[in-house]
């Protein structure tokens, strides 16, 4: 259990300080970039998301699930790079050849060139560094790759800086940031495992790339209905509203995010360590303890940030002052796909990855209806209702498919504790006298709903500590 816990910690370091750092730059960004200016950076941002996930063709998510069988390690990553590297050197060619029509897409208008080539560029980049994060992922190196992360994570920031305090504050500013200083931390990540790319002695698997794309393809679908669900809200804000309202959602979404850092270094460590549970056999109750535990750090941390929302005031400038009543239901998303990170392992392990594009459509058709029916007469508010209840069926069909191949944890502890939260979400909405102790309650209330979690764990933390005085 401690080299457990020393793991998770690990691969925590890297997302919890790197987003401390990405922290400190809300209130400078937001302080001197207005919410529309930071709006079309934040759609640079979504389309870079959403168009890797067509770049890496699932191969990513097959790459991780054959690691543990392959021999040639080396020659598995340089088959695997091989049809995501030529996906992303097309778009850079797309970029260098029709940049106006990109930058249109991206920023509203058309004379963005430099930004626009950077996007091609980026694509290259983010598909070779996906590919060697996953690498030192997979063979467990939890603390160098957190040192990774807060690399990249610190360039960006001193860029911010430099940016705003030397050169100009616009949009700009937050895109050629997170540009340089991600291919800065890419640059040494490509010198450090140099040798992993090494084309010598590289010759094509035909029968492994078979392998890779079969279990791929499926993913690529499920993958892009996940990143469009994620990106929806911003897409119909995009289409229904205004720049100002992304940025005001956008900045928000960076309040949230301290959930997602868990969501991030959670899933680093718990991808490797539930494929080698499940190969070595583990009694259920092993990713039981874990799910519920998950659940009890995840909810009391969303309830954490129902408490303290009115810091968001204090973090962001007064043009961004409605985000308050937004980050609510904005930390339904990291929350619930973290859970369903430990509800949903009957799907990977049985290898039927197609079943992911049920999942997506699951949360994708009602996330669309409502994102219609909220978003053009209540903007970003709307936007953020729409997403946590997608979550919610996302969560739903990732458990129900997973139970159908493997187990079904019982899950009316989590459906609690969600509805509670919404609940609170939904009083968080508006602003009234007595909303510090409805948030208080509603912190209590979930407390109470897994007190047997909380019993479970000062039980075995006091059998821990005593095996560990018998063994002195």
Same mark, same amino acid.
Request: charged share 15%; hydrophobic share 55%; glycine share 6%.
């Given at each position: 259990?401690?080299?457990?816990?020393?793991?998770?910690?690990?691969?925590?370091?890297?997302?919890?300080?790197?987003?401390?750092?990405?922290?400190?730059?809300?209130?400078?960004?937001?302080?001197?970039?207005?919410?529309?200016?930071?709006?079309?950076?934040?759609?640079?941002?979504?389309?870079?998301?959403?168009?890797?996930?067509?770049?890496?063709?699932?191969?990513?998510?097959?790459?991780?699930?054959?690691?543990?069988?392959?021999?040639?390690?080396?020659?598995?990553?340089?088959? *695997?790079?091989? !049809?995501?590297?030529? %996906?992303?050197? &097309?778009?850079? @060619? $797309?970029?260098? #050849?029709?940049?106006?029509?990109?930058?249109?897409?991206?920023?509203?208008?058309?004379?963005?060139?430099?930004?626009?080539?950077?996007?091609?560029?980026?694509?290259?980049?983010?598909?070779?560094?996906?590919?060697?994060?996953?690498?030192?992922?997979?063979?467990?190196?939890?603390?160098?790759?957190?040192?990774?992360?807060?690399?990249?994570?610190?360039?960006?920031?001193?860029?911010?800086?430099?940016?705003?305090?030397?050169?100009?504050?616009?949009?700009?500013?937050?895109?050629?940031?997170?540009?340089?200083?991600?291919?800065?931390?890419?640059?040494?990540?490509?010198?450090?495992?140099?040798?992993?790319?090494?084309?010598?002695?590289?010759?094509?698997?035909?029968?492994?790339?078979?392998?890779?794309?079969?279990?791929?393809?499926?993913?690529?679908? *499920?993958?892009? !209905?996940?990143?469009? %669900?994620?990106? &929806?809200?911003? @897409? $119909?804000?995009? #289409?229904?509203?205004?720049?100002?309202?992304?940025?005001?959602?956008?900045?928000?979404?960076?309040?949230?995010?301290?959930?997602?850092?868990?969501?991030?270094?959670?899933?680093?460590?718990?991808?490797?360590?539930?494929?080698?549970?499940?190969?070595?056999?583990?009694?259920?109750?092993?990713?039981?303890?874990?799910?519920?535990?998950?659940?009890?750090?995840?909810?009391?941390?969303?309830?954490?940030?129902?408490?303290?929302?009115?810091?968001?005031?204090?973090?962001?400038?007064?043009?961004?002052?409605?985000?308050?009543?937004?980050?609510?239901?904005?930390?339904?998303?990291?929350?619930?796909?973290?859970?369903?990170?430990?509800?949903?392992?009957?799907?990977?392990?049985?290898?039927?990855?197609?079943?992911?594009?049920?999942?997506?459509?699951?949360?994708?058709?009602?996330?669309?209806?409502?994102?219609?029916? &909220?978003?053009?007469?209540?903007?970003?508010?709307?936007?953020?209702?729409?997403?946590?209840?997608?979550?919610?069926?996302?969560?739903?069909?990732?458990?129900?498919?997973?139970?159908?191949?493997?187990?079904?944890?019982?899950?009316?502890?989590?459906?609690?504790?969600?509805?509670?939260?919404?609940?609170?979400?939904?009083?968080?909405?508006?602003?009234?006298?007595?909303?510090?102790?409805?948030?208080?309650?509603?912190?209590?209330?979930?407390?109470?709903?897994?007190?047997?979690?909380?019993?479970?764990?000062?039980?075995?933390?006091?059998?821990?500590?005593?095996?560990?005085?018998?063994?002195?």
């Amino acid at each position: 259990m401690n080299k457990l816990i020393k793991k998770l910690i690990g691969f925590s370091m890297g997302p919890i300080i790197g987003a401390l750092i990405s922290f400190m730059t809300i209130p400078i960004t937001t302080y001197y970039i207005d919410p529309a200016e930071y709006g079309k950076a934040s759609m640079f941002l979504l389309f870079q998301t959403i168009v890797g996930t067509f770049l890496f063709l699932g191969v990513d998510q097959a790459y991780t699930r054959e690691y543990h069988g392959a021999i040639d390690k080396t020659r598995l990553l340089q088959n *695997a790079l091989l !049809l995501p590297l030529g %996906l992303a050197l &097309l778009v850079l @060619l $797309a970029a260098l #050849l029709y940049p106006s029509p990109l930058s249109q897409l991206l920023f509203g208008r058309q004379g963005e060139l430099l930004p626009t080539i950077l996007f091609g560029v980026m694509a290259v980049f983010m598909v070779l560094e996906r590919f060697l994060m996953l690498s030192v992922r997979m063979r467990e190196k939890a603390f160098e790759y957190s040192l990774l992360a807060i690399m990249t994570k610190s360039a960006v920031f001193l860029l911010t800086l430099v940016f705003i305090f030397f050169i100009r504050r616009d949009f700009l500013t937050v895109v050629y940031a997170t540009v340089f200083g991600q291919i800065i931390g890419d640059v040494w990540l490509l010198w450090h495992y140099r040798r992993l790319l090494n084309p010598i002695g590289f010759s094509v698997d035909r029968v492994l790339l078979k392998t890779l794309v079969t279990f791929g393809l499926p993913i690529v679908i *499920a993958t892009s !209905l996940s990143s469009l %669900l994620g990106g &929806l809200d911003r @897409l $119909a804000l995009r #289409l229904w509203s205004n720049f100002d309202q992304i940025g005001i959602f956008s900045a928000t979404l960076k309040i949230a995010a301290v959930l997602s850092v868990f969501q991030s270094g959670f899933t680093s460590f718990w991808v490797p360590t539930a494929y080698r549970w499940y190969s070595e056999d583990r009694p259920v109750i092993y990713f039981k303890l874990v799910s519920d535990t998950v659940l009890l750090a995840m909810s009391l941390l969303a309830a954490g940030i129902f408490l303290f929302k009115g810091v968001i005031v204090f973090l962001l400038s007064s043009h961004y002052s409605s985000a308050r009543y937004l980050v609510c239901f904005l930390c339904m998303q990291p929350l619930i796909y973290t859970v369903s990170e430990t509800t949903c392992l009957g799907i990977v392990f049985s290898k039927k990855s197609y079943l992911n594009i049920w999942v997506g459509l699951c949360a994708l058709i009602p996330a669309v209806i409502l994102d219609i029916l &909220l978003v053009p007469p209540f903007g970003a508010k709307g936007a953020a209702i729409a997403t946590a209840v997608a979550f919610l069926f996302f969560f739903a069909a990732r458990t129900f498919f997973s139970g159908k191949h493997w187990v079904y944890f019982p899950i009316v502890k989590h459906y609690t504790v969600f509805l509670i939260l919404f609940a609170g979400a939904f009083l968080n909405l508006v602003n009234f006298r007595w909303i510090t102790f409805a948030n208080i309650f509603i912190l209590l209330l979930v407390l109470a709903v897994q007190h047997s979690t909380i019993r479970g764990l000062w039980t075995l933390w006091k059998k821990s500590r005593m095996n560990r005085r018998e063994a002195l």
